[in-house]
């Protein structure tokens, strides 16, 4: 159990600087300075009797205890920001801070019209959206839902379908095509200039096919390596060299003639993106209103 003396100031501060592995990251979410964030933590630190954090000049991380605390404190203040939320949002509806946590193409292709219409409806609730490529713990981080492919959803959690299955797409201009011809199989690849993904562990990420069981993972060679669909996307279309996206990322270049596909039924729907949250005893009702939401454009 938390200190008596500790105010939910503290806490929310451990989190934070948890949640952003800086101080100074943390103080403008917190929208405080800096100094006296630092000065909170040493005080909680100095209230403990033990150190939260390892500090450097370039990096802050988490002591055992602090890993301890987090994941001891984290979900239980979960809990009282739902029931303050629960409370305040009595009367006046769903209102307070929603934190979500997704990936960028999803964010972008699922996710946000979601929010938008949610925002329509409930304007005294401000959505957070964090997009990272990183798989993140949202109980752990303070993150109220997060969305990922249905595989990679823990499995204490509950789970709302999200759009569409995915699809991956591979791509180039059509000046590439006219220079360098058409892949006709995936192994055909090996022998075309591709732009290579770095995750955000610094692995990189292997293209994927599939077809008729037959299941195909390729290491695959180019002339540059990149961490952004965006800028990738700008990079096959100069014609440097075939990409591999998220279907939606790439289907307005297509429709409008920017790049062509290859490989099509090679790349078939993939797990189905979901929104997914713990199960709390007390959930805020803005939480409530959104998965209300998202279960009603579900089952649209």
């Given at each position: 159990?938390p200190?008596?003396?500790?105010?939910?100031?503290?806490?929310e501060?451990?989190m934070?600087?948890?949640?952003?592995?800086?101080?100074?990251?943390?103080?403008?979410e917190?929208?405080?300075?800096?100094?006296?964030l630092?000065?909170?933590?040493?005080k909680?630190?100095?209230?403990?009797?033990t150190?939260?954090?390892?500090?450097?000049?370039?990096?802050?991380s988490?002591?055992e205890a602090?890993?301890?605390?987090?994941?001891?404190?984290g979900?239980?203040?979960?809990?009282?920001?739902?029931?303050l939320?629960?409370?305040?949002?009595?009367?006046?509806g769903?209102?307070?801070?929603?934190?979500?946590n997704?990936?960028?193409?999803?964010?972008?292709?699922?996710?946000?019209?979601?929010?938008?219409?949610?925002l329509?409806?409930?304007?005294?609730?401000?959505?957070d959206?964090?997009?990272e490529?990183?798989?993140?713990?949202?109980?752990?981080?303070?993150f109220?839902?997060?969305?990922?492919?249905?595989?990679?959803?823990?499995?204490?959690?509950?789970?709302i379908?999200?759009g569409?299955?995915?699809?991956?797409a591979?791509?180039?201009s059509?000046?590439?095509f006219?220079?360098?011809?058409?892949?006709?199989?995936?192994?055909?690849?090996l022998?075309h200039?591709?732009?290579?993904?770095?995750?955000?562990?610094?692995?990189?990420y292997?293209?994927q096919f599939?077809?008729?069981?037959?299941?195909?993972?390729l290491?695959?060679?180019?002339?540059?390596?990149?961490?952004e669909?965006?800028?990738?996307r700008a990079?096959?279309q100069e014609?440097?060299?075939?990409?591999f996206?998220?279907?939606?990322d790439?289907?307005?270049?297509?429709?409008?003639?920017?790049?062509?596909r290859?490989?099509?039924?090679?790349t078939?729907?993939?797990?189905?993106?979901c929104?997914?949250?713990?199960?709390?005893r007390?959930p805020?009702a803005?939480?409530?209103?959104?998965?209300?939401?998202?279960?009603?454009?579900?089952?649209?």
């Amino acid at each position: 159990m938390p200190d008596p003396r500790l105010g939910l100031n503290e806490l929310e501060a451990v989190m934070a600087v948890a949640r952003r592995g800086s101080f100074r990251q943390a103080a403008i979410e917190l929208d405080v300075s800096t100094t006296a964030l630092s000065h909170t933590i040493a005080k909680l630190e100095a209230t403990l009797d033990t150190r939260l954090f390892n500090r450097t000049t370039r990096s802050v991380s988490l002591t055992e205890a602090g890993t301890l605390f987090l994941e001891q404190v984290g979900p239980a203040l979960q809990d009282v920001r739902a029931g303050l939320d629960a409370v305040r949002s009595h009367a006046a509806g769903p209102s307070g801070v929603l934190r979500i946590n997704a990936f960028a193409s999803a964010a972008r292709a699922a996710l946000l019209p979601l929010v938008l219409e949610f925002l329509r409806r409930y304007p005294k609730v401000h959505v957070d959206l964090v997009t990272e490529g990183r798989l993140v713990d949202i109980v752990a981080d303070g993150f109220d839902l997060g969305v990922r492919a249905a595989n990679l959803v823990p499995s204490d959690m509950i789970v709302i379908g999200l759009g569409e299955p995915q699809r991956y797409a591979v791509v180039g201009s059509p000046a590439y095509f006219a220079a360098h011809g058409r892949p006709r199989t995936p192994a055909d690849l090996l022998r075309h200039s591709c732009l290579r993904i770095r995750l955000p562990n610094g692995a990189i990420y292997p293209w994927q096919f599939e077809r008729k069981g037959e299941v195909i993972r390729l290491d695959v060679d180019g002339p540059l390596t990149l961490d952004e669909a965006g800028v990738a996307r700008a990079v096959v279309q100069e014609g440097i060299g075939l990409g591999f996206f998220m279907e939606q990322d790439v289907q307005p270049d297509i429709e409008a003639g920017r790049l062509e596909r290859v490989l099509e039924d090679w790349t078939p729907p993939r797990d189905r993106l979901c929104l997914y949250y713990p199960n709390r005893r007390n959930p805020s009702a803005a939480l409530k209103a959104f998965t209300t939401l998202a279960r009603e454009r579900n089952l649209a």
